[in-house]
């Protein structure tokens, strides 16, 4: 019997057991890999090809091009290169997720999302969205950031469509909407079993239940029970988060180059659209209205 001091991975080689908290892919995660999915980090030397995924409790770390692929991490994201989504491709970060580019994605990151060049993706992004380096670009899609964007370029000369919202966690809108479905929900599962307790204590008043019945009977206590705990957590946790919500938003976006037409920009319940070329400037709430003011 061996006890590890560490989550990772095992490795027997050369007589010995070890567990490395890192797991190393000297290759591509291709058809001789297949997916991955370990308790520890990730590195891959290789590129991810589409169609694989990796899953890792830690950081995920990519020195090739991750195509239409799904990566999940509890921590970081490191894309050394970046990634063509294809539509397809998924990148969810418990931590942050860094990348020289990524285009036509799904993004998720509970922390700050950095790259010099995002196109044409979807960005969920708790803290801040950066687009630094050479080109800075934000181009096309829908980027909801909780706290800042800072981005040399957003929209292009065509007039790209590209949605910020801004200066409410996207996460927290995504738990809202997601505990207002399942309440209901759990609502009426309670009231069924707590009909079909009456109903099984009034025919055990009247004649000892049978084997099954007894069973159905302890099966829908205990439903109650889970409904009950977990109702009071949810309608307390939903009350926290609209609580949240409701507070002023006091996102900001840092223009350090130029925003051109075609951009629509929301912080908390406020909007506007960019229909002229904006430079060097920020845009932050001001009451019940999104203003441009000095860099």
Do not use: W
């Amino acid at each position: 019997s061996l006890l590890a001091d560490i989550d990772g991975q095992i490795l027997y080689a050369d007589g010995k057991i070890s567990v490395f908290a890192t797991y190393e892919v000297k290759a591509d995660v291709d058809n001789s890999t297949g997916n991955i999915n370990v308790v520890g980090n990730v590195a891959v030397r290789g590129s991810v090809l589409a169609g694989f995924s990796i899953e890792a409790g830690g950081n995920v770390e990519v020195e090739g091009v991750v195509e239409g692929a799904t990566i999940r991490a509890g921590g970081d994201i490191i894309l050394k290169r970046g990634m063509i989504g294809n539509n397809k491709g998924l990148l969810v970060a418990g931590g942050d997720i860094i990348a020289k580019y990524i285009e036509n994605a799904t993004l998720e990151a509970k922390g700050d999302i950095r790259s010099e060049a995002i196109l044409h993706s979807d960005i969920k992004c708790g803290g801040k969205l950066e687009l630094g380096g050479k080109k800075g670009l934000l181009v096309g899609g829908v980027a909801r950031v909780g706290h800042e964007v800072e981005a040399k370029v957003i929209g292009s000369v065509m007039s790209t469509v590209t949605v910020l919202e801004v200066g409410v966690d996207p996460l927290l809108r995504e738990r809202l909407k997601f505990l207002r479905q399942e309440i209901p929900s759990m609502e009426e599962n309670l009231v069924k079993a707590n009909q079909a307790i009456n109903l099984l204590k009034k025919m055990d008043a009247v004649q000892r239940l049978a084997d099954d019945r007894r069973e159905m009977l302890a099966k829908s206590t205990r439903s109650k029970f889970y409904y009950e705990s977990h109702l009071r957590e949810y309608r307390s946790e939903m009350q926290d988060i609209e609580a949240r919500l409701q507070q002023d938003a006091a996102g900001r976006i840092r223009v350090m180059g130029a925003a051109h037409n075609g951009v629509r920009v929301s912080i908390g319940s406020c909007s506007m659209y960019v229909k002229e070329t904006l430079q060097y400037c920020t845009l932050y709430r001001d009451g019940a209205d999104v203003r441009v003011g000095p860099l």
